[in-house]
């Protein structure tokens, strides 16, 4: 690894980011917690948590 | 899922609309379904009352429905629902 | 998923604090749509209601005094009473339940003047609740034309709520409606509501029913719906949408190629040498182009679509569908999230939402990747390309041939899960057969705009997000040349011209490729190489699909970085280096056997992250898109893994 080259850093920062982002936008880490009520309607209309 | 069976709760007088030929007509009796179908098809136009007439027949139906002073609305509904809407046959 | 998603409790930002919240709601076909597009025009954005699948649109419009309205669309319906999501979402939206339970001050129920009465009726309903009415006659003058003649005066006064006679396909009306939104009133409905709809609608029209567009409508019918000729017409109306896509969508794509390759040359020429540089014209904007590129496609064809729902035909193709979909399970309300997978999966399991039924709609979302998206082309063109080099008839036959087998795999895959996990009694179909009418090329153009900013959107900021990812872990680490490499740049040295340029290739070549293998993503392809070998795979091939995982297009690219180490020949040189590729033990690496078996894995593979997270977003969690992805990745495993093997034991290999 080029750990001593600037660049190298700013594009690991730039894909970790981005790895960040793909995580929580799949769900595997969550986001800010969502405040309110609390409704859900699957496709069938069900309502669930 | 229609639950009612046409055959056994038609009464005296009435048919199925599945029953009609292309080009017959008839006035809705009553449609007995499951409660969700009877309100779809009631709101769609398929209401006592209603004057229809048969466009297609076959797997699908294709039935226009009476609009009073309007164009009359054109419905294509599966064959086991239209089994669940009585009509009064030949009515104007 | 939806960047103007909402969350519950904290729903749509409205930034005009003081606007006047407008619901629009009617029964289906009535131009609600249309008469949005009028009143909003592009000044709108597509979200969805907190907490559920339904998407809604909200636009944007001055009212009296120069006051801002907030334009809800919502879904067209016959009745609020039912429990399909649709009327559910009415409900909601107009009992204040949803968007930050701030009730719309008024509801502009679009009722069509041809047919006033199911207007008024559901209009009955509404009353219910209270709520401000203004009525749109719209259509009215179509209702004219046609010698129906309503007088919208008489309805107003029998109502206590403003009437305004408009057209959404020529504007007439629409300035007067926005005004009338300031006059909304509660409407009195009491009894049964078809009494009342006919009792109002009756009072304020002449009896004089037409026939004449009913009875074109009628001819028209007899040839369309025609179990023989009206198949004939779909085919042929298919085949057109399809020869145009690919007919018209060949000169944009290139442009778009072509700009994204200019501006990925001139990052590099401005930005100093170095992985900055290399990251934003590979990685990022690599990605990007990745990803527009298919846009052209995907605004064709939603063009198409919009154009064919305003003539009304899709309404006819849906009830033929029927006859073919039934026996799998699905209804005809699936061809239309079907015929959009052709484009991308992600709209298409988004327009799912128009099959009713749990199960049914449930079946339709885990079976549309299976369609042949126009991500998967680049892969056919490739492997057809490689297998039937000097043939580009037999290239043709298989190209379809992918597309008739992806088709086939998503209806016998929806007759298992509705014969297993998604069983149960579909609901019997029942559509509004519309009139036949010139479609409306304003609202066409501003509903596939709405669809190809919703794609970018979506799609966009994922794959370049994962380009970025990729990019990343196929640069890195960095391997120190190896010895072969120092020895044949030492022999170039001695030597002077052409050899000198041969060994220098030679030696870049080893290079790359030894870098390609150092990289994580090589040592994830060599690791799970095993895994892949019964499918004919070397560690390559094991990298691209892999690399793939995310976005099926960036194979092509993937592999011709991993074969040569650099992506940026010609096409045709590309194509070349591919077919001309060696594995390690020095056999072809796209062998015959090999690139059938990898065709028949691209057809049926997932390969897709943002649709999966869009499967799990509107079939209501992640247990459906593993599902999907397990199914899907078994299948194709499966399918390829017979393929090669068959032709391998036939001496195809």
Known sequence: MPVGDVQFWIVTGAAAVCLLFLLRRVGVLGGKRKRGRKVELTVGGKRRG | MPTAAPAQTKTPGETSLASLRRGETGVVVAVRARDDDVVMLESMGLRPNAWVRVCRTGRTCVVAADEPGGCPCRLGIERRLAECVFVSAGGV | MSATQTTPGTPHRDPHPAARRVALIGNPNTGKTSLFNRVAGARHQTANFPG???????????????????????????????????????????????????????????????????????????????????????????????????????????LGCPVVPTSARTGAG????????????????????WAWAERVGSSARDAA?????????????????????????????MGAIFWTIFKLAGVPMDLVDAVFARLSGWASSVLPAGAVSELLSEGIIGGVGATV???????????????????????????????????????????????????????????????????????????????????????????????????????????????????????????????????GPGRPMAIDLPDYRRPSVRSALLTTYDRAMSFLKKAGTVIVAMMVVLWWAGEYPHAEPPAEVVELRAQAASVEGEPAEALIAEADEF?????????????????????????????????????????????????SVVVAGSDDAEDEGVLDRLRTARRDDGSVMLSPATSWSLLVFYVLAMQCLPTLAVTAREAGGWKWAMLQLGWMSLLAYGAALVTHQALTATGMA
């Not at chain 3, 979402?89 to 701030?102: F, P, Q, S, Y």
């Not at chain 3, 090589?522 to 390559?540: C, E, I, K, N």
């Open chain 3, 293 to 423: 590129i298919f846009l052209p496609q995907i605004v064709i064809l939603f063009f198409l679509i919009s154009l064919l729902e305003g003539t009304g035909y899709l309404a006819r193709a849906a009830l033929l569908m029927d006859r073919l979909f039934r026996p799998f399970g699905l209804p005809g309300q699936s061809f239309v999230p079907m015929l959009s997978a052709h484009a991308c999966a992600i709209p298409a399991v988004m327009s799912c939402r128009g099959v009713p039924g749990r199960q049914e709609r449930l079946a339709t979302i885990l079976v549309a990747p299976f369609l042949s998206c126009s991500a998967r082309i680049p892969v056919y063109v490739l492997l057809t390309g490689l297998l039937f080099a000097d043939r580009p008839g037999l290239a043709a036959v298989a190209f379809a041939g992918c597309y008739v087998l992806g088709a086939i795999a998503a209806l016998f895959t929806a007759l298992l899960f509705r014969r297993t996990i998604l069983r």
């Open chain 3, 174 to 193: 629409v300035p007067a409606l926005i005004a009338a939104f300031a006059d909304a009133a509660p409407v009195n409905a009491e009894g049964d509501a």
């Open chain 3, 52 to 158: 559920t699948t339904q998407e809604y649109r909200v636009g944007r419009a001055r009212g009296e005094h120069d006051r801002p309205i907030e334009l809800i669309d919502l879904p067209g319906v016959y009745t609020l009473e039912t429990g399909q999501s649709e009327a559910r979402v009415c409900r909601d939206a107009l009992e204040g339940n949803a968007l930050g339970g701030r009730p719309p001050d008024a509801v502009c129920v679009v009722v069509d003047a041809t047919r006033v009465t199911r207007g008024l009726r559901l209009l009955a309903e509404i009353a219910k609740s209270g709520a401000p009415v203004v009525v749109a006659l719209n259509m009215h003058d179509l209702a004219h034309k046609r010698g129906v003649v309503v007088r919208a005066e008489e309805i107003a006064e029998e």
């Open chain 3, 209 to 237: 029913a037409p026939a004449s567009s009913h009875a074109m409508t009628e001819r028209l019918d007899r040839v369309l719906m025609h179990p023989v000729s009206g198949t004939l017409v779909f085919a042929i109306v």
């Open chain 3, 511 to 559: 290079e790359a490729r030894h870098a390609g293998r150092s990289t994580f993503l090589g040592r994830a392809g060599r690791t799970v190489q095993p895994v892949f070998a019964p499918l004919g795979y070397d560690w390559q091939i094991t990298v691209g699909v892999l690399g793939s995982f995310a976005a099926r297009e960036v194979f092509v690219s993937t592999l």
